[in-house]
């Protein structure tokens, strides 16, 4: 149901762990009885268990657990945190497995027997019949209560699921068997039954028995079962390992008498601004700015690169990464559900619950599939009677038609793919919103990127300060310093901090003003002072350049540098010239976009020359550079390409990104960007080098080729199935097999995802 407009900002989120779920029809029948509730939105998902609801405060969190007992099934809110990282998932995955499997082992062990004796005449010793019954009950009555008590419970509400149709189908088969046995010459001594794969004609139904059916089907569904709750405890391992990066204990520094103490604590006890240490191999206990020590941060489990990196006083570091080198002091800026580890688990697990639209149409297929089974397989039985067949072929055909048509695998095959893709991600550091992204990945043909922080490692350095004849350079540094200091643009601190450093502590600006992107001007000691770009001074200022300045501001153009004009008192004075560093792997990122089929564009503010040399150290045509931009122009850009027939992906990491990451067809933020521009991303790369962009893309497609390579086999399974069974081409037993190892099929193909190999090392 939608939420009235009025009501969004009163609206609540909330996610509960769903029990008692066996297939995706129940998923669909609890999210149809949600749905139906005044302002409520749900979306159920039966690889994940998980319930994840929006409501309005007209409903409460227990009317909507009361719902969901209502329909037959179990909800509570989910462990917090702390006890995921601390296995607390883990047992009811692993308690799951561990029944199915005991109940394998005991339906296995009776059954061969069953199965060679039914199957080979000559192991048919007198009275053998009622051995097989002695050795099937147990199997129908015990290996498969889990299935007739589930379609028990969704018989009471008015529903059909697939257990239904395993329930439906073995009691049947084992009834039919009780019949022959009781009333007819098939319990006699001496009784003996050929075994045939297809339905025979003629009338031997008082000789025929289904018990090897009613065994067998079991025991291969509960086989099917069990290797499905492994398969989904692996598929949800990623995120699990992710939850359990962080530390459990940490060193906080307490003050007494005697000065500060170290105290060990609980991670859990930490708050925001508490004082901490980190000796060398320990893991960084929450998300926090170095006091003092210096040493090398190993990040690779959050973000897949192995170097690790640096840090100084004043430096940010994440939780759960590791310091590799000497001791640190750290004070704690996010704490629990703040962190960014916390951050990448909740994007994660929303990406796990979310439905792409393949996974809807599978759902409502899943809704109807089940009714029209039964009178399927009702219309089977009265065909073959009506054409003159055997009881026991009409019989046999119509238990195949009810056996072969559970679509499990129909249910598995999105969920399964997006648990073990996206978790692969999250321990490469590649955090995929939400299964809709995975279309959007497939679709894209031009990639935008923006220069700084992207292609450029965004730390601007002043390369060089030239100054008109007769200038004080010491001058010009001071004025342009303190101009700049006001800024937070990355050219602007680079130009303050460069004058720090030189000069004497640096004077007040007053009617500091920002100029979009041009420029900035204010008053510094007296001086009207503009710093920006040479083509703002000359139309908004009528300055003309010295000729000296122009022909060294146009040469470090030529070399990819960006030259900022300084002028006061109505005089151009001086250019500073300011650097950032291409990184190391642009090249290389840029290379295997070109060979996902991508074009890569660069965009950036700077002029022209500076951005054609970039583009040509990179690899990336002249025709393909947008130069020149301002920040409120980025968006612009990205709607001329999409204008021009393009599919646009776009990467960036400021501020003045996230519109035009909105904007494009896929956003994409490095992780080392702002808060803002992840947010308004589709992709997010914790890490800062741009072969995680390809890596992500990568990933994106191999997970929507999965998906669709599972659906595909999980609908030409039962359009193929279903006809061969009401046909009479397969034997029931057969068909069990087959159902139940096509949701292993599905949930095997999807793990393949765990190999997804970075080009990153």
Request: some cysteine; hydrophobic content about 50%.
């Amino acid at each position: 149901m939608t939420v009235p407009a009025g009501l969004k900002d009163d609206v609540r989120d909330v996610e509960l762990v769903i029990g008692g779920m066996t297939c995706t029809s129940c998923a669909g029948r609890i999210e149809k009885k949600l749905n139906k509730l005044d302002g409520v939105t749900a979306t159920v998902n039966y690889a994940t268990e998980k319930a994840k609801i929006s409501f309005t405060p007209a409903m409460s969190l227990e009317d909507l657990i009361a719902t969901v007992e209502a329909t037959g099934y179990t909800a509570v809110p989910p462990a917090p945190p702390a006890e995921e990282a601390a296995g607390g998932p883990a047992e009811p995955a692993d308690s799951e497995a561990g029944a199915w499997r005991q109940r394998l082992l005991v339906s296995a062990a009776l059954t061969v027997p069953v199965l060679l004796m039914s199957m080979v005449p000559v192991l048919q010793f007198d009275n053998w019949q009622w051995l097989s019954l002695a050795l099937t009950a147990p199997v129908v009555v015990w290996g498969a209560l889990p299935f007739h008590r589930a379609a028990w419970t969704n018989l009471r509400h008015g529903a059909a699921t697939m257990d239904t149709l395993i329930s439906v189908g073995v009691g049947a088969a084992f009834l039919w068997s009780l019949w022959a046995l009781f009333f007819t010459h098939a319990g006699m001594n001496g009784m003996r039954m050929p075994f045939t794969l297809l339905p025979g004609g003629g009338d031997g139904s008082e000789a025929h028995l289904y018990l090897e059916v009613a065994a067998a089907v079991t025991t291969f569904i509960i086989t099917g079962r069990y290797f499905e709750a492994r398969a989904k405890r692996s598929s949800g391992a990623a995120l699990r390992a992710l939850l359990d990066l962080g530390a459990k204990d940490v060193a906080v520094l307490r003050s007494g008498p005697g000065g500060d103490a170290e105290v060990r604590i609980p991670v859990g006890q930490l708050a925001v601004g508490d004082r901490f240490v980190v000796r060398p191999g320990e893991k960084i206990a929450t998300d926090g700015t170095v006091e003092s020590g210096t040493s090398a941060v190993d990040a690779s489990m959050l973000t897949g690169e192995s170097v690790p990196v640096e840090v100084v006083p004043g430096d940010p570091v994440v939780g759960a990464t590791v310091n590799a080198g000497g001791r640190l002091v750290v004070r704690a800026t996010r704490v629990g559900s703040d962190t960014q580890l916390s951050q990448m688990a909740r994007l994660v697990e929303d990406a796990q619950n979310g439905k792409a639209q393949v996974q809807r149409l599978a759902d409502r297929v899943s809704g109807i599939f089940v009714p029209i089974v039964i009178g399927l397989s009702i219309a089977t039985f009265a065909g073959w009677l009506l054409t003159g067949n055997a009881t026991t072929a009409a019989f046999t055909a119509a238990v195949a038609v009810l056996i072969i048509a559970c679509p499990c695998a129909l249910g598995l095959a999105t969920p399964t793919a997006l648990l073990v893709g996206t978790g692969r991600g999250a321990q490469l550091g590649i955090l995929i919103k939400g299964p809709q992204i995975l279309e959007s990945t497939r679709r894209v043909d031009t990639i935008l990127l923006d220069k700084t922080g992207t292609v450029t490692t965004g730390h601007m350095d002043v390369a060089a300060i030239h100054t008109a004849n007769g200038e004080d350079h010491e001058k010009v540094l001071v004025l342009a310093g303190a101009l700049e200091d006001a800024s937070e643009h990355p050219i602007a601190r680079a130009i303050a901090t460069h004058a720090r450093n030189k000069a004497e502590p640096l004077p007040p600006v007053e009617g500091f003003t920002n100029h979009g992107g041009n420029g900035v001007s204010g008053t510094v000691e007296g001086h009207l002072t503009l710093a920006g770009r040479r083509s703002w001074l000359a139309a908004q200022w009528s300055l003309t350049a010295p000729a000296d300045l122009v022909k060294t501001a146009e040469k470090a153009e030529g070399e990819g540098r960006t030259p900022i004009w300084v002028a006061w008192d109505d005089q151009i004075r001086a250019v500073i010239v300011v650097s950032d560093t291409i990184k190391e792997t642009s090249a290389q990122a840029i290379a295997e976009l070109r060979g996902l089929g991508l074009r890569p564009v660069l965009l950036t503010g700077d002029n022209t020359r500076a951005a054609h040399a970039v583009a040509a150290s990179v690899g990336i045509s002249p025709s393909d550079v947008i130069a020149e931009v301002l920040p409120e122009g980025k968006v612009d850009a990205v709607k001329r390409l999409q204008d021009q027939g393009a599919v646009v992906a776009m990467v960036g990491d400021g501020v003045n990104d996230a519109a035009a990451l909105a904007q494009a067809d896929l956003g994409l933020a490095m992780g080392t960007g702002t808060d803002v521009a992840i947010e308004a991303s589709d992709l997010t790369l914790v890490s800062g080098d741009l072969r995680a962009a390809a890596d992500a893309i990568r990933l994106a497609r191999a997970t929507l080729r999965t998906i669709k390579a599972n659906l595909f086999w999980a609908f030409a399974y039962n359009v193929a199935a279903l006809p061969l069974a009401a046909l009479g081409l397969l034997n029931p037993v057969i068909a069990g097999a087959a159902m139940a190892f096509s949701s292993v099929f599905v949930v095997t193909n999807s793990l393949r995802l765990r190999r997804f190999t970075p080009t990153r090392k």
